[in-house]
Protein backbone atom coordinates (compact mmCIF):
# COMPACT_ATOMS: atom_id res chain seq x y z
CA UNK A 1 0.00 0.00 0.00
CA UNK A 2 3.03 2.30 0.50
CA UNK A 3 4.57 1.74 -2.41
CA UNK A 4 3.05 4.44 -4.37
CA UNK A 5 2.91 7.59 -2.12
CA UNK A 6 6.73 7.01 -1.58
CA UNK A 7 7.53 7.11 -5.17
CA UNK A 8 5.65 10.20 -5.47
CA UNK A 9 7.44 11.36 -2.48
CA UNK A 10 10.38 10.65 -4.24
CA UNK A 11 9.19 12.85 -7.37
CA UNK A 12 8.46 15.27 -5.62
CA UNK A 13 12.05 15.63 -3.77
CA UNK A 14 13.48 15.10 -6.89
CA UNK A 15 11.72 18.03 -8.38
CA UNK A 16 9.93 16.33 -10.89
CA UNK A 17 6.54 16.94 -9.36
CA UNK A 18 5.45 20.21 -8.23
CA UNK A 19 5.19 20.66 -3.72
CA UNK A 20 2.19 20.85 -2.53
CA UNK A 21 -0.08 19.54 -5.53
CA UNK A 22 -0.25 15.82 -3.33
CA UNK A 23 -1.38 17.68 -0.26
CA UNK A 24 -4.95 16.84 -0.24
CA UNK A 25 -4.84 13.25 -1.39
CA UNK A 26 -3.95 10.37 0.30
CA UNK A 27 -2.39 7.33 -2.17
CA UNK A 28 -2.83 4.14 -1.94
CA UNK A 29 -1.14 0.68 -3.95
CA UNK A 30 1.31 -1.45 -4.87
CA UNK A 31 3.80 -0.93 -7.84
CA UNK A 32 5.08 -3.40 -9.91
CA UNK A 33 8.76 -3.29 -11.77
CA UNK A 34 6.91 -1.47 -14.59
CA UNK A 35 5.32 0.87 -13.08
CA UNK A 36 1.83 -1.03 -12.59
CA UNK A 37 -0.23 -0.21 -9.57
CA UNK A 38 -1.64 -2.99 -8.54
CA UNK A 39 -4.61 -3.87 -6.10
CA UNK A 40 -4.25 -3.85 -2.77
CA UNK A 41 -6.61 -4.98 -0.19
CA UNK A 42 -8.50 -3.29 2.52
CA UNK A 43 -9.45 -0.06 0.09
CA UNK A 44 -12.64 0.58 1.93
CA UNK A 45 -11.59 1.23 5.24
CA UNK A 46 -8.54 3.42 4.33
CA UNK A 47 -11.40 5.28 2.21
CA UNK A 48 -13.14 5.93 5.10
CA UNK A 49 -10.56 6.58 7.28
CA UNK A 50 -9.09 9.25 4.25
CA UNK A 51 -12.70 11.37 4.39
CA UNK A 52 -12.62 11.25 8.10
CA UNK A 53 -8.91 12.90 7.97
CA UNK A 54 -10.45 15.77 6.12
CA UNK A 55 -8.69 14.70 2.83
CA UNK A 56 -10.35 15.69 -0.57
CA UNK A 57 -9.43 12.77 -2.47
CA UNK A 58 -7.89 9.27 -2.82
CA UNK A 59 -5.79 7.53 -5.63
CA UNK A 60 -5.79 4.11 -5.84
CA UNK A 61 -5.22 1.10 -8.55
CA UNK A 62 -8.15 1.13 -11.03
CA UNK A 63 -9.13 -2.32 -10.29
CA UNK A 64 -10.04 -0.68 -6.76
CA UNK A 65 -12.18 2.07 -8.04
CA UNK A 66 -15.38 0.99 -7.27
CA UNK A 67 -14.83 0.04 -3.81
CA UNK A 68 -13.17 3.16 -2.88
CA UNK A 69 -16.28 5.14 -4.33
CA UNK A 70 -18.18 3.15 -1.72
CA UNK A 71 -17.35 6.62 0.49
CA UNK A 72 -19.38 9.40 -0.50
CA UNK A 73 -18.07 13.01 -0.84
CA UNK A 74 -14.67 12.18 -1.38
CA UNK A 75 -13.20 12.26 -5.22
CA UNK A 76 -11.56 9.25 -6.16
CA UNK A 77 -8.94 9.14 -8.75
CA UNK A 78 -7.90 5.40 -10.84
CA UNK A 79 -4.44 5.10 -11.21
CA UNK A 80 -3.15 2.62 -13.79
CA UNK A 81 0.46 3.63 -13.61
CA UNK A 82 2.94 5.93 -11.34
CA UNK A 83 3.60 8.02 -14.66
CA UNK A 84 0.00 8.49 -15.13
CA UNK A 85 -0.62 9.90 -11.48
CA UNK A 86 2.89 12.05 -11.71
CA UNK A 87 1.25 13.41 -15.19
CA UNK A 88 -2.14 14.21 -13.41
CA UNK A 89 -0.10 15.74 -10.26
CA UNK A 90 2.12 17.94 -12.86
CA UNK A 91 -1.49 19.10 -14.56
CA UNK A 92 -0.38 17.21 -18.11
CA UNK A 93 -3.39 14.88 -18.00
CA UNK A 94 -5.71 14.88 -15.62
CA UNK A 95 -7.05 11.38 -14.72
CA UNK A 96 -10.89 11.43 -14.66
CA UNK A 97 -12.67 10.76 -11.47
CA UNK A 98 -14.61 7.67 -10.43
CA UNK A 99 -18.21 8.09 -10.17
CA UNK A 100 -19.23 7.68 -6.40
CA UNK A 101 -20.72 4.06 -6.64
CA UNK A 102 -24.72 4.80 -5.74
CA UNK A 103 -25.82 2.58 -2.86
CA UNK A 104 -29.53 1.87 -2.70
CA UNK A 105 -32.23 0.04 -0.63
CA UNK A 106 -30.28 -3.27 -0.36
CA UNK A 107 -32.03 -6.61 -2.24
CA UNK A 108 -33.28 -9.46 -0.02
CA UNK A 109 -31.30 -12.80 -0.20
CA UNK A 110 -32.62 -15.15 -2.29
CA UNK A 111 -31.33 -18.36 -1.35
CA UNK A 112 -31.34 -22.12 -3.03
CA UNK A 113 -32.93 -23.41 0.41
CA UNK A 114 -36.51 -21.71 1.06
CA UNK A 115 -38.34 -22.74 4.23
CA UNK A 116 -41.16 -23.69 1.43
CA UNK A 117 -38.97 -26.85 0.50
CA UNK A 118 -37.83 -27.83 3.57
CA UNK A 119 -40.36 -30.74 4.41
CA UNK A 120 -41.41 -31.37 8.27
CA UNK A 121 -39.43 -30.09 11.12
CA UNK A 122 -42.18 -27.05 11.32
CA UNK A 123 -41.45 -26.50 15.51
CA UNK A 124 -37.89 -25.97 14.34
CA UNK A 125 -38.79 -23.09 12.13
CA UNK A 126 -40.59 -21.85 14.32
CA UNK A 127 -37.51 -21.83 16.42
CA UNK A 128 -35.43 -19.99 13.78
CA UNK A 129 -38.06 -17.74 13.32
CA UNK A 130 -37.36 -16.52 16.61
CA UNK A 131 -33.84 -16.93 16.64
CA UNK A 132 -33.73 -14.66 13.34
CA UNK A 133 -36.15 -12.28 15.14
CA UNK A 134 -34.23 -11.50 18.05
CA UNK A 135 -30.89 -12.74 16.97
CA UNK A 136 -30.63 -15.94 19.75
CA UNK A 137 -27.78 -18.04 19.19
CA UNK A 138 -29.14 -21.20 18.86
CA UNK A 139 -28.06 -25.24 19.11
CA UNK A 140 -30.10 -27.92 17.26
CA UNK A 141 -29.68 -31.25 18.31
CA UNK A 142 -30.68 -34.31 16.26
CA UNK A 143 -29.77 -37.94 14.45
CA UNK A 144 -27.72 -37.72 10.93
CA UNK A 145 -30.16 -36.71 8.22
CA UNK A 146 -32.54 -34.64 10.27
CA UNK A 147 -31.75 -31.76 8.45
CA UNK A 148 -30.46 -29.86 10.53
CA UNK A 149 -27.55 -27.78 7.99
CA UNK A 150 -30.23 -27.87 5.74
CA UNK A 151 -32.09 -25.81 7.89
CA UNK A 152 -29.06 -23.62 9.10
CA UNK A 153 -28.06 -22.61 5.33
CA UNK A 154 -31.86 -21.71 5.14
CA UNK A 155 -31.69 -19.24 7.89
CA UNK A 156 -29.93 -16.00 6.09
CA UNK A 157 -33.63 -15.93 3.93
CA UNK A 158 -35.10 -15.28 6.51
CA UNK A 159 -33.03 -12.89 8.69
CA UNK A 160 -33.86 -9.32 8.17
CA UNK A 161 -32.25 -7.16 5.68
CA UNK A 162 -28.94 -5.19 5.80
CA UNK A 163 -28.76 -1.40 6.60
CA UNK A 164 -26.21 0.36 4.23
CA UNK A 165 -24.25 0.77 7.51
CA UNK A 166 -24.30 -3.10 8.00
CA UNK A 167 -23.48 -3.64 4.68
CA UNK A 168 -20.39 -0.80 5.00
CA UNK A 169 -19.55 -2.61 7.85
CA UNK A 170 -19.42 -5.67 6.49
CA UNK A 171 -17.70 -4.80 3.62
CA UNK A 172 -14.71 -3.29 5.43
CA UNK A 173 -13.72 -6.55 7.29
CA UNK A 174 -13.80 -8.70 4.06
CA UNK A 175 -12.30 -6.04 2.29
CA UNK A 176 -8.93 -5.89 4.78
CA UNK A 177 -8.78 -10.09 4.72
CA UNK A 178 -8.80 -9.19 1.09
CA UNK A 179 -11.99 -11.74 -0.02
CA UNK A 180 -14.56 -9.03 -1.78
CA UNK A 181 -15.99 -11.11 -4.68
CA UNK A 182 -14.55 -9.46 -7.93
CA UNK A 183 -16.68 -7.14 -9.26
CA UNK A 184 -18.97 -7.10 -6.02
CA UNK A 185 -17.55 -4.08 -4.27
CA UNK A 186 -19.90 -3.92 -1.31
CA UNK A 187 -21.55 -7.32 0.61
CA UNK A 188 -25.43 -6.49 0.66
CA UNK A 189 -26.54 -10.12 2.00
CA UNK A 190 -25.33 -11.55 5.35
CA UNK A 191 -22.55 -13.27 6.03
CA UNK A 192 -22.94 -17.20 6.31
CA UNK A 193 -20.16 -18.66 7.40
CA UNK A 194 -19.37 -22.57 7.91
CA UNK A 195 -15.97 -23.40 9.34
CA UNK A 196 -15.00 -26.91 9.54
CA UNK A 197 -14.32 -28.71 13.18
CA UNK A 198 -10.66 -28.76 12.73
CA UNK A 199 -10.03 -25.13 12.64
CA UNK A 200 -7.93 -23.51 15.03
CA UNK A 201 -8.87 -21.09 17.65
CA UNK A 202 -6.73 -18.39 15.91
CA UNK A 203 -8.86 -19.03 12.48
CA UNK A 204 -11.90 -19.29 14.97
CA UNK A 205 -11.46 -16.01 16.61
CA UNK A 206 -8.46 -14.33 14.89
CA UNK A 207 -4.85 -14.36 15.33
CA UNK A 208 -1.31 -14.32 13.79
CA UNK A 209 1.78 -12.72 13.74
CA UNK A 210 0.20 -9.74 12.80
CA UNK A 211 -3.45 -10.26 13.80
CA UNK A 212 -6.11 -10.73 11.56
CA UNK A 213 -9.76 -11.64 11.56
CA UNK A 214 -11.07 -14.59 12.31
CA UNK A 215 -14.27 -16.68 11.06
CA UNK A 216 -16.50 -14.78 13.97
CA UNK A 217 -15.10 -11.72 12.52
CA UNK A 218 -15.99 -12.67 9.05
CA UNK A 219 -19.44 -13.90 10.29
CA UNK A 220 -20.11 -10.22 11.73
CA UNK A 221 -23.55 -8.87 11.13
CA UNK A 222 -24.37 -12.80 9.48
CA UNK A 223 -24.65 -16.47 10.86
CA UNK A 224 -21.32 -18.71 12.46
CA UNK A 225 -22.48 -21.92 11.52
CA UNK A 226 -20.49 -24.83 13.58
CA UNK A 227 -21.88 -28.42 12.76
CA UNK A 228 -20.40 -31.34 14.60
CA UNK A 229 -20.32 -28.67 17.67
CA UNK A 230 -18.99 -31.14 19.94
CA UNK A 231 -16.14 -31.98 17.40
CA UNK A 232 -14.31 -28.97 17.56
CA UNK A 233 -11.56 -28.30 19.56
CA UNK A 234 -12.65 -27.70 23.97
CA UNK A 235 -9.86 -24.51 23.40
CA UNK A 236 -11.69 -23.39 20.73
CA UNK A 237 -15.10 -23.68 21.97
CA UNK A 238 -14.59 -21.97 25.22
CA UNK A 239 -12.58 -18.93 23.51
CA UNK A 240 -16.19 -17.83 21.50
CA UNK A 241 -17.23 -17.13 25.21
CA UNK A 242 -15.88 -13.94 25.24
CA UNK A 243 -16.75 -12.79 21.71
CA UNK A 244 -20.62 -14.07 22.36
CA UNK A 245 -20.89 -11.53 24.92
CA UNK A 246 -18.94 -8.35 24.10
CA UNK A 247 -19.99 -8.85 20.62
CA UNK A 248 -16.11 -8.03 19.69
CA UNK A 249 -12.98 -9.80 20.25
CA UNK A 250 -9.31 -7.92 20.91
CA UNK A 251 -6.30 -10.07 20.01
CA UNK A 252 -3.12 -8.72 21.98
CA UNK A 253 0.41 -8.91 20.86
CA UNK A 254 4.07 -7.61 21.78
CA UNK A 255 3.74 -4.81 19.20
CA UNK A 256 -0.63 -3.75 20.34
CA UNK A 257 -3.65 -4.72 20.92
CA UNK A 258 -6.42 -4.71 18.09
CA UNK A 259 -9.91 -5.12 18.25
CA UNK A 260 -12.02 -6.95 15.82
CA UNK A 261 -16.09 -6.92 15.54
CA UNK A 262 -17.63 -10.07 16.14
CA UNK A 263 -21.49 -9.62 16.46
CA UNK A 264 -22.89 -12.87 15.19
CA UNK A 265 -25.71 -14.96 15.61
CA UNK A 266 -24.23 -18.56 16.81
CA UNK A 267 -25.94 -21.10 14.98
CA UNK A 268 -24.51 -25.29 16.51
CA UNK A 269 -25.52 -28.41 15.33
CA UNK A 270 -25.10 -31.73 17.56
CA UNK A 271 -25.77 -35.27 17.38
CA UNK A 272 -26.82 -37.27 20.78
CA UNK A 273 -24.53 -39.16 21.07
CA UNK A 274 -20.85 -39.92 18.85
CA UNK A 275 -22.99 -42.66 16.52
CA UNK A 276 -26.35 -40.47 16.89
CA UNK A 277 -28.69 -42.27 17.63
CA UNK A 278 -29.27 -42.11 20.70
CA UNK A 279 -32.96 -42.16 21.48
CA UNK A 280 -33.84 -42.73 18.09
CA UNK A 281 -37.30 -44.52 17.50
CA UNK A 282 -35.75 -46.94 14.33
CA UNK A 283 -32.44 -47.38 14.83
CA UNK A 284 -30.26 -48.64 18.12
CA UNK A 285 -27.72 -46.70 19.66
CA UNK A 286 -24.42 -48.05 19.55
CA UNK A 287 -22.75 -46.22 22.50
CA UNK A 288 -22.12 -46.70 26.04
CA UNK A 289 -23.82 -44.62 29.03
CA UNK A 290 -20.42 -43.24 29.94
CA UNK A 291 -19.72 -42.77 26.61
CA UNK A 292 -22.81 -40.49 25.81
CA UNK A 293 -21.90 -38.80 28.75
CA UNK A 294 -18.44 -37.87 27.76
CA UNK A 295 -19.49 -36.78 24.48
CA UNK A 296 -22.42 -34.56 25.86
CA UNK A 297 -20.29 -33.44 28.16
CA UNK A 298 -17.85 -31.67 25.90
CA UNK A 299 -19.85 -28.93 25.77
CA UNK A 300 -19.02 -26.67 29.11
CA UNK A 301 -21.99 -25.38 30.88
CA UNK A 302 -20.83 -21.51 30.57
CA UNK A 303 -21.04 -22.19 26.72
CA UNK A 304 -23.69 -23.49 26.62
CA UNK A 305 -25.54 -21.30 29.08
CA UNK A 306 -24.97 -18.60 26.30
CA UNK A 307 -27.02 -20.08 23.45
CA UNK A 308 -30.78 -19.09 23.88
CA UNK A 309 -32.65 -21.54 22.31
CA UNK A 310 -32.14 -25.48 22.52
CA UNK A 311 -34.05 -27.44 19.97
CA UNK A 312 -34.50 -31.33 19.16
CA UNK A 313 -34.71 -31.99 15.27
CA UNK A 314 -36.05 -35.31 15.13
CA UNK A 315 -36.01 -37.96 12.21
CA UNK A 316 -38.06 -36.94 8.96
CA UNK A 317 -41.29 -39.29 8.75
CA UNK A 318 -42.09 -40.57 5.49
CA UNK A 319 -45.25 -39.13 5.20
CA UNK A 320 -43.67 -35.59 5.53
CA UNK A 321 -40.82 -36.44 3.03
CA UNK A 322 -43.42 -37.49 0.16
CA UNK A 323 -46.07 -35.33 0.72
CA UNK A 324 -46.53 -32.85 -2.32
CA UNK A 325 -48.11 -29.48 -0.07
CA UNK A 326 -45.25 -26.46 -0.12
CA UNK A 327 -44.99 -25.00 3.68
CA UNK A 328 -44.75 -21.42 4.50
CA UNK A 329 -42.18 -19.41 1.84
CA UNK A 330 -38.83 -18.07 3.52
CA UNK A 331 -40.32 -14.66 2.11
CA UNK A 332 -43.49 -14.85 4.53
CA UNK A 333 -41.38 -15.29 7.71
CA UNK A 334 -39.19 -12.79 6.78
CA UNK A 335 -41.33 -9.75 6.40
CA UNK A 336 -42.67 -10.99 10.07
CA UNK A 337 -38.96 -11.22 11.58
CA UNK A 338 -38.39 -7.55 10.05
CA UNK A 339 -41.23 -6.65 11.74
CA UNK A 340 -40.54 -7.79 15.14
CA UNK A 341 -36.70 -6.71 14.61
CA UNK A 342 -38.41 -3.17 13.87
CA UNK A 343 -40.42 -3.08 17.08
CA UNK A 344 -36.89 -3.57 18.77
CA UNK A 345 -35.25 -1.16 16.60
CA UNK A 346 -37.64 1.35 17.95
CA UNK A 347 -37.85 0.27 21.59
CA UNK A 348 -34.12 0.64 22.48
CA UNK A 349 -34.20 3.55 20.34
CA UNK A 350 -31.78 5.38 23.27
CA UNK A 351 -29.72 2.33 23.69
CA UNK A 352 -26.66 0.67 21.75
CA UNK A 353 -28.23 -2.06 21.18
CA UNK A 354 -31.20 -3.27 18.70
CA UNK A 355 -31.88 -6.45 19.29
CA UNK A 356 -33.31 -8.33 22.45
CA UNK A 357 -30.78 -11.08 22.60
CA UNK A 358 -28.52 -7.83 23.46
CA UNK A 359 -30.61 -6.24 26.33
CA UNK A 360 -28.74 -5.89 29.49
CA UNK A 361 -30.83 -6.55 32.80
CA UNK A 362 -32.09 -3.23 33.43
CA UNK A 363 -33.58 -2.86 29.64
CA UNK A 364 -34.93 -6.43 30.98
CA UNK A 365 -36.08 -5.07 33.51
CA UNK A 366 -37.71 -2.31 32.05
CA UNK A 367 -39.11 -4.18 28.63
CA UNK A 368 -40.33 -7.14 30.14
CA UNK A 369 -42.72 -6.61 32.65
CA UNK A 370 -44.68 -9.88 33.51
CA UNK A 371 -47.94 -10.64 34.89
CA UNK A 372 -49.05 -12.29 38.18
CA UNK A 373 -49.95 -15.31 35.70
CA UNK A 374 -46.35 -15.13 34.09
CA UNK A 375 -44.38 -15.20 37.27
CA UNK A 376 -46.16 -18.04 38.89
CA UNK A 377 -45.33 -20.30 35.70
CA UNK A 378 -41.62 -18.81 35.65
CA UNK A 379 -41.32 -19.66 39.34
CA UNK A 380 -42.22 -22.88 38.67
CA UNK A 381 -40.09 -23.66 35.58
CA UNK A 382 -37.17 -22.40 37.59
CA UNK A 383 -37.56 -24.70 40.36
CA UNK A 384 -37.93 -27.76 38.02
CA UNK A 385 -35.46 -26.94 35.12
CA UNK A 386 -32.71 -25.50 37.77
CA UNK A 387 -32.14 -22.60 35.44
CA UNK A 388 -28.83 -20.28 36.47
CA UNK A 389 -29.27 -16.50 37.05
CA UNK A 390 -28.44 -15.50 32.88
CA UNK A 391 -31.13 -18.90 31.79
CA UNK A 392 -34.27 -16.31 33.74
CA UNK A 393 -32.79 -13.17 31.61
CA UNK A 394 -32.63 -15.60 28.26
CA UNK A 395 -35.84 -16.69 28.82
CA UNK A 396 -37.32 -12.81 29.47
CA UNK A 397 -35.46 -11.59 26.18
CA UNK A 398 -36.66 -14.83 24.36
CA UNK A 399 -40.45 -14.05 25.55
CA UNK A 400 -39.97 -10.48 24.35
CA UNK A 401 -38.89 -11.77 21.09
CA UNK A 402 -41.79 -14.30 20.61
CA UNK A 403 -44.10 -11.18 21.75
CA UNK A 404 -43.03 -9.53 19.03
CA UNK A 405 -43.72 -11.80 16.29
CA UNK A 406 -47.41 -11.50 17.45
CA UNK A 407 -47.15 -8.26 17.22
CA UNK A 408 -48.01 -7.97 21.40
CA UNK A 409 -46.71 -5.10 23.64
CA UNK A 410 -47.05 -7.07 26.45
CA UNK A 411 -46.00 -10.71 27.62
CA UNK A 412 -48.59 -13.18 28.24
CA UNK A 413 -48.10 -16.75 29.58
CA UNK A 414 -48.34 -18.18 25.82
CA UNK A 415 -45.01 -16.20 24.88
CA UNK A 416 -43.52 -17.52 28.05
CA UNK A 417 -44.26 -20.82 27.56
CA UNK A 418 -43.03 -21.43 24.00
CA UNK A 419 -39.78 -19.51 25.56
CA UNK A 420 -39.63 -22.26 28.57
CA UNK A 421 -39.90 -24.97 25.45
CA UNK A 422 -36.51 -23.61 24.56
CA UNK A 423 -34.46 -24.44 27.50
CA UNK A 424 -32.66 -27.42 27.96
CA UNK A 425 -33.62 -30.20 29.60
CA UNK A 426 -31.45 -32.23 32.19
CA UNK A 427 -29.96 -35.57 30.82
CA UNK A 428 -31.00 -38.91 31.87
Partial sequence: AYDLPMAIGILIASGLVPQGTADELVMVGELSLDGTVRHTPGLLPMAALAREEGYKGICVPVEDAPEA?????????????????????????????????????????????????????????????????????????????????????????????????????VTRIYSIMDQLPSGTPLIQHRPFRAPHHTISHAGLVGGGTWPQPGEISLAHRGVLFLDEFPEYGRRVLEVLRQPLEDKLVTISRAQGSLTFPSNFMLVAAMNPCPCGYYRDPLKACSCSASIITRYQKRLSGPLLDRIDIQVEVPRVEFEKLCDDRKGEPSSQVRERVESARNRQIKRLMDSPRSCNSDMIPREIREHCILDRECQSLLRSALQQLGLSARAYHRVLKLSRTIADLSGNDQINSTHLAEALQYQPRSAD
Avoid: C, Y
Wanted: net charge negative; glycine share 8%; proline share 9%.
Fill in 69 to 169: ALIPDLLVLPVNTLGELADHLIGVNSIAPHKTTPIRELPALETQTDFQDIKGQEHVKRALEVAAAGNHNTLMNGPPGAGKTLLARSLPGIMPRMTLDEALD
